[in-house]
């Protein structure tokens, strides 16, 4: 400045420069091959909305050549952080971790409005980090359930002060148990046959509020394979909610008490069914790696994880799948699979189920276009940019359908919620029927 002061730097460029891995930003080359990735580069067909494009904004801010505005950022919570763009980079650039510094600190920088502090605060840190709560959670979505009331604000119309979007959600939640896993069957359960290895199973929050029988369908699974099973009471929520929704504190707080309660179980394998809670799981050696009290142990952790697929194709023994009174006892019936972006980009896995569905006799797989694409789930995007959700849903719906297929299994809860809503909403119901893996697996088990 001419006359010798230095203008004040604005807040959250500050906050960003602290935050983003400038290595990581400076190996983006440029070269655009993550484009064609891009599920909201392909619906927009922008730069902006590209993972480049996000690269190069993030960079302009932080070199100084442009203030972080409201455009900038929307278009960082426009990202789905599917993470499609990470196998796709020659220069391997860790983007899922640059758009979580971005939104980590943004959120630190931002005043929300009251309604949306509270539930932010309740959702972050007053449900999901604790188990006991969210098992409250459970019960008080069966009373609804069951008791009449749901039947009630259908019934009266009180639905209808609801977005669309909450309300559409709202019809397909399956029924809640209203007991978890551990309540249910008990924390340890022995391998049939000789003992291979011995597992833990992390058996998450949405998981076992929603999908119970998922979760005992994943340890009848694994210890037929031969596993000894072990569920650790004391474990919580993954923290993959709070990472992505800039919440990166409260995502270490919940990672260093998994890591002190698989680590008490003393495992050889920590098994998810869950790709979303999986990935990060996976990364808590990267989400630790500045705490040298927890940097160590974060790494025996992550190195353990794996997804239930992986680990029965890879080392369990290989289970008949032959069972011929199964939902259309042993008539041929079509199945097709949505890849979970983060079991696919994060953990990499994605042989391992196909191999599985393959293996199932009497299934004839088809593989779907599109299916490594992001179907618009997201955490909770298709709450919070229902418009991109709902058209990526659309495109998804099309090449679900265009593969006639009865069931199209997936490996995520998000994901599962998902194509339930988008076969509703495209009046596939009847024809197709979206099923958990581990569930469409468990039913032809032949025990
Ligand atoms: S995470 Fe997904 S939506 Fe975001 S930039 Fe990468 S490919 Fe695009
Ligand atoms: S592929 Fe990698 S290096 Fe190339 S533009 Fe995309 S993020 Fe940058």
Not at 308 to 329: E, P, Q
Not at 418 to 431: A, C, D, T, V, W
């Amino acid at each position: 400045m001419a006359n010798g002061q230095t203008q004040p730097m604005n807040p959250l460029t500050e906050k960003l420069r602290l935050r983003l891995d400038e290595d990581q930003l400076t190996n983006c080359m440029r070269c655009g091959f993550c484009l064609p990735a891009c599920p909201t580069f392909a619906e927009t067909g922008l730069e902006a909305e590209s993972p480049r494009g996000r690269i190069a904004l993030m960079k302009a801010v932080t070199d100084g050549l442009m203030a972080p505005d409201q455009a900038f950022e929307d278009q960082m919570n426009h990202c789905l952080g599917c993470r499609a763009c990470e196998p796709a980079c020659p220069a391997g650039v860790k983007y899922g971790q640059l758009i979580e510094q971005a939104r980590d600190a943004i959120e630190d920088h931002k005043r929300h409005k009251p309604l949306v502090r509270a539930a932010r605060h309740a959702a972050f840190k007053t449900v999901f980090p604790h188990q006991n709560r969210m098992k409250w959670v459970g019960r008080g979505l069966r009373f609804y359930q069951k008791s009449g009331l749901r039947a009630a604000a259908h019934a009266t119309g009180a639905m209808k002060l609801f977005p669309k979007h909450l309300r559409d959600m709202e019809k397909i939640l399956p029924d809640a148990a209203g007991r978890g896993v551990v309540e249910q069957i008990g924390d340890r359960h022995p391998a049939k046959g000789e003992k291979i290895a011995t597992v833990a199973l992390f058996r998450g929050c949405i998981m076992d509020v929603l999908f119970t029988d998922t979760n005992i369908h994943t340890v009848d699974l694994l210890t037929a394979a031969g596993f000894e099973v072990v569920i650790p009471r004391e474990q919580n929520c993954c923290g993959a909610l709070h990472a992505h929704s800039g919440e990166a504190e409260g995502a270490r707080e919940l990672a260093r008490r998994n890591i002190q309660t698989f680590k008490a179980a003393g495992v050889d394998y920590i098994v998810s069914n869950a790709g979303g809670c999986g990935a990060i799981l996976s990364e808590y050696d990267h989400l630790l790696h500045e705490d040298p009290q927890w940097r160590d142990d974060a790494v025996w952790f992550a190195e353990r994880v794996v997804d239930i697929s992986d680990l029965l194709v890879r080392f369990g023994r290989k289970l008949d799948f032959g069972r011929d009174d199964a939902a259309g006892g042993t008539e041929p019936v079509r199945i097709t699979y949505q890849d979970s972006c983060h079991l696919r980009n994060v953990m990499r896995s994605s042989d391992a189920p196909r191999k599985l569905m393959r293996q199932v006799e009497g299934a004839q797989y088809v593989e779907m276009t599109g299916a490594d694409r992001c179907c618009g789930s997201a955490g909770i995007y298709n709450i919070t940019q229902p418009a991109m959700a709902g058209q990526i849903l659309d495109h998804k719906m099309e090449h679900a359908e265009a593969t006639q297929a009865s069931y199209l299994l997936t490996s995520n809860p998000g994901c599962l919620l998902q194509m339930k809503h988008g076969i509703e909403e495209h009046g596939l119901s009847g024809r197709m029927e979206a099923v958990h893996i581990v569930d469409f697996l468990h039913e032809r088990l032949n025990k």
